[in-house]
């Protein structure tokens, strides 16, 4: 059931990916402007849309601290134990602690979160992933930016960001208690809906570059002892934990847990990459790489879930 799922979801990013590559080899395609729009215009709105028609639970607070506290410790710990194999001056430990804030869990999570625990938790898994939103547009993007900027810098760098300022008056708005109107909502789908074109077929365009670009062994053993050691092992614990310890979350929540540890890398670090000219065609090979693993990838951590616990 998990798998194809996956398999029907996938297929149409993998053809929008395909349909960046042949552009990206048959012009001379420049998506530094395409990310620029997707950074400055698409992703504020799609992230306004997001937090603003959330329907926030008190008794649900915990799952999202959990989701949060895993993306600190394994992006800090990623980019700090590359930053010293690597070397400060390196921009790959700025790559790889970029990558660890988050995971695709939105494309790739919700089709599976419903067809694995129904339409009524996907308020919930929605409000779990909210941190990784946050964190990929304010951790994730100093980590970018911090190899060639000071602290003070990195972090005006990323209050400019209006990413940010988006999930804010989205909060705001929903705190309101108003709903959006329908033509704000229609709007809002058709941002998200490009946005996901658009990410999709960067990865494919900057995959596009790879024959300048000599494939990094050492770079993808980082990236999977991050994304698939590191984050999954850290959810395990938190279930674990609780399950042993806590006793404060039913067993569908444990499942989304282990389902949004086990996604792949998010697609769209290939934007900020292009933006920042942060290794843009390695990125987008680690983005294609991990959604490729992901079809066993997840399978297996929704069976090793049932087999510990």
Same mark, same amino acid.
């Given at each position: 059931?998990?798998?194809?799922?996956?398999?029907?979801?996938?297929?149409?990013?993998?053809?929008?990916?395909?349909?960046?590559?042949?552009?990206?080899?048959?012009?001379?395609?420049?998506?530094?402007?395409?990310?620029?729009?997707?950074?400055? =215009?698409? /992703? +504020?709105?799609?992230?306004?849309?997001?937090? $603003?028609?959330?329907?926030?639970?008190?008794? %649900?607070?915990? *799952? !999202?601290?959990?989701?949060?506290?895993?993306?600190?410790?394994?992006?800090?710990?990623?980019?700090?134990?590359?930053?010293?194999?690597?070397?400060?001056?390196?921009?790959?430990?700025?790559?790889?602690?970029?990558?660890?804030?988050?995971?695709?869990?939105?494309?790739?999570?919700?089709?599976?979160?419903?067809?694995?625990?129904?339409?009524?938790?996907?308020?919930?898994?929605?409000?779990?992933?909210?941190?990784?939103?946050?964190?990929?547009?304010?951790?994730?993007?100093?980590?970018?930016?911090?190899?060639?900027?000071?602290?003070?810098?990195?972090?005006?760098?990323? =209050?400019? /960001? +209006?990413?940010?300022?988006?999930?804010?008056? $989205?909060?705001?708005?929903?705190?309101?208690? %108003?709903?959006? *109107? !329908?033509?704000?909502?229609?709007?809002?789908?058709?941002?998200?809906?490009?946005?996901?074109?658009?990410?999709?077929?960067?990865?494919?365009?900057?995959?596009?570059?790879?024959?300048?670009?000599?494939?990094?062994?050492?770079?993808?053993?980082?990236?999977?002892?991050?994304?698939?050691?590191?984050?999954?092992?850290?959810?395990?614990?938190?279930?674990?934990?609780?399950?042993?310890?806590?006793?404060?979350?039913?067993?569908?929540?444990?499942?989304?847990?282990?389902?949004?540890?086990?996604?792949?890398?998010?697609?769209?670090?290939?934007?900020?990459?292009?933006?920042?000219?942060?290794? +843009?065609?390695?990125?987008?090979?680690?983005?294609?790489?991990?959604?490729?693993?992901?079809?066993?990838?997840? *399978?297996?951590?929704?069976?090793?879930?049932?087999?510990?616990?």
């Amino acid at each position: 059931m998990v798998f194809e799922t996956l398999i029907l979801n996938v297929i149409p990013l993998y053809g929008l990916i395909l349909l960046g590559f042949i552009i990206g080899k048959t012009t001379d395609l420049d998506v530094k402007p395409i990310a620029t729009l997707m950074l400055y =215009a698409l /992703l +504020p709105v799609v992230m306004f849309g997001a937090t $603003g028609t959330m329907n926030f639970t008190a008794d %649900y607070f915990f *799952p !999202p601290f959990i989701i949060g506290t895993i993306s600190i410790v394994a992006s800090t710990t990623g980019y700090l134990i590359a930053r010293k194999i690597w070397g400060a001056n390196d921009k790959r430990h700025n790559l790889l602690g970029m990558l660890g804030v988050s995971s695709n869990a939105t494309y790739f999570g919700v089709p599976i979160a419903i067809a694995l625990m129904g339409k009524e938790w996907l308020s919930v898994y929605m409000i779990m992933v909210l941190p990784l939103f946050i964190l990929d547009c304010t951790l994730g993007y100093y980590f970018a930016v911090r190899g060639e900027s000071t602290i003070k810098q990195s972090l005006v760098r990323v =209050a400019r /960001l +209006p990413i940010l300022y988006g999930a804010i008056l $989205g909060l705001l708005f929903n705190l309101t208690g %108003y709903d959006l *109107p !329908p033509l704000a909502l229609e709007y809002w789908e058709r941002f998200t809906g490009t946005m996901i074109i658009l990410g999709m077929m960067i990865i494919g365009s900057g995959l596009a570059q790879m024959d300048r670009v000599r494939f990094d062994t050492s770079f993808f053993v980082g990236v999977v002892l991050l994304r698939y050691i590191l984050w999954p092992v850290l959810g395990l614990l938190w279930v674990f934990a609780d399950i042993h310890y806590f006793h404060v979350l039913p067993d569908t929540i444990h499942g989304l847990v282990i389902l949004i540890v086990a996604c792949p890398l998010a697609a769209n670090t290939v934007a900020y990459a292009v933006k920042l000219d942060l290794h +843009p065609a390695l990125t987008s090979c680690m983005v294609l790489v991990t959604t490729f693993m992901a079809l066993a990838f997840i *399978p297996f951590m929704m069976w090793a879930k049932t087999i510990l616990f």
